[in-house]
């Protein structure tokens, strides 16, 4: 693991999340910033970057350092859908290093679920879009299903497989308070739930939920002075390969190739030195996908690799400890998220979902249909 210390995430926080009827985007920003700088031990004058991602507006910077009533010196509005923060977080690390500032403030809210935003209809296509929307592909889900099923086409994988994603997820979910579906589920459960794009069920899907989400980022030099241990951004790696699925190079083969060997290379870890592992899980076969892209397990080993319930609590391999996408909340875009859990994980402060010494954390993020990829190296001083 590498030894020089230069960013680290000193607070975390989630708003109000579920169904927030009342409380606009900023709002839940806001409360969630707050909450995060609290955490940290820091104050609204000590921020000198904002990050912000978000699709309710043409410049969501302004108007939330409007609102918090700060003045950055450094912004930046990199939206490259749900693996924005993890992208992010990589960008405020060479921002620090290089003397840029020395606080940043990493947001996003969403009540997608309380304006039904995402059910709005598209009024027009482009690029890609218009070999897919106008012909009846649902968005994003009917991009997903098509990946799953070349997948199981070509290497054999099941719905049941991708139902252990699902009931392990909840496991953990089970274990979390804040989470939104703690009901146990089975596998026949995911199984007999609805069709919403073929191989896809509805407990393949994540929730639509409202929420928001705060990380504050600080050099070594503040860090030391902050309220909590820090967690160190070891790693960062990021792309993006298309933008409609039409045009994914290929459909079972993602962007995390790339950014899990840039993050882990940058970090000086291997697989095997990972404790906790916080992977974007829109759908159950976005975990899979990533998975083997990542190089946890060879392509085509995806469905093996997670069967018997080795990710759910007690197994061998933790991940998405909170619940996830699928059970714990999705408020669109949920890669700040993987962040906050990551973060939670190395500081010990996860109770009955704590993974027993958990020293180094990766945390991986999707955007678009596949489209975009950012992963990210976590660890805490031994």
Same mark, same amino acid.
């Given at each position: ?11 975390v ?9 009342? !409380?606009t985007? =900023? ?6 910033? !707050? ?8 104050e ?17 910077? =302004? ?13 930046d ?5 749900g693996s ?17 500032f ?11 679920r309380?304006?039904?935003s995402?059910n ?21 889900v009917g991009?997903?299903? /098509? ?10 994988t099941?719905?049941e497989q ?5 009931v ?15 009901t ?14 073929e191989?896809?069920? =509805?407990l ?16 070594? !030099? ?9 967690v ?7 792309t ?15 962007g995390?190739?790339?950014t ?9 870890v291997?697989?095997?030195?990972i ?10 076969i976005?975990? /899979?996908?990533t ?6 397990c060879?392509?085509?080993?995806g ?11 007690g197994?061998p391999?933790p ?26 994980q ?11 010494d ?16 950012a992963?990210?190296?976590?660890g805490r001083?031994?």
């Amino acid at each position: 693991m590498r030894s020089d210390r230069i960013a680290a995430i000193v607070g975390v926080a989630e708003s109000d999340l579920g169904l927030t009827p009342g !409380k606009t985007v =900023l709002q839940l920003q806001a409360q969630a910033a !707050k909450a995060a700088l609290a955490d940290a031990g820091l104050e609204k004058r000590d921020v000198d970057a904002l990050f912000v991602a978000g699709n309710w507006s043409w410049s969501p910077n =302004l108007m939330l350092a409007e609102y918090l009533g700060i003045q950055p010196r450094y912004t930046d509005g990199t939206n490259i859908g749900g693996s924005s923060f993890e992208a992010h977080l990589g960008h405020a690390l060479a921002g620090i290093e290089t003397g840029r500032f020395e606080v940043a403030l990493i947001t996003y809210g969403s009540t997608q679920r309380s304006d039904q935003s995402r059910n709005r209809p598209i009024e027009h296509a482009t690029l890609a879009e218009q070999f897919e929307r106008p012909y009846g592909l649902p968005a994003p889900v009917g991009a997903y299903a /098509l990946a799953a099923m070349r997948h199981m086409y070509q290497y054999g994988t099941t719905s049941e497989q991708l139902a252990e994603i699902a009931v392990a997820t909840r496991k953990w979910a089970m274990l979390n308070e804040k989470a939104m579906m703690r009901t146990p589920i089975i596998i026949d459960d995911v199984l007999n739930s609805r069709w919403i794009a073929e191989p896809l069920h =509805l407990l393949d899907c994540c929730l639509v939920t409202d929420g928001g989400g705060a990380v504050v980022v600080a050099s070594a !030099k503040r860090a030391r002075d902050t309220r909590k241990t820090p967690v160190w951004v070891l790693g960062h790696g990021e792309t993006h390969t298309h933008y409609g699925i039409t045009n994914m190079p290929d459909l079972t083969v993602t962007g995390a190739v790339q950014t899990g060997r840039d993050a882990m290379a940058m970090a000086g870890v291997t697989h095997d030195e990972i404790d906790v592992v916080e992977i974007y899980d829109s759908f159950t076969i976005t975990v /899979l996908l990533t998975l083997e892209a990542l190089g946890f397990c060879q392509p085509g080993e995806g469905g093996a690799f997670v069967s018997g319930q080795r990710t759910a609590p007690g197994g061998p391999f933790p991940m998405n400890t909170n619940g996830g996408g699928l059970s714990y909340c999705h408020p669109g875009m949920y890669g700040i998220f993987l962040l906050i859990e990551a973060t939670r994980q190395l500081r010990g402060e996860c109770k009955e979902r704590q993974v027993p010494d958990a020293k180094i954390a990766l945390a991986h993020g999707t955007g678009g249909v596949l489209s975009s990829a950012a992963t990210i190296i976590l660890g805490r001083d031994a």
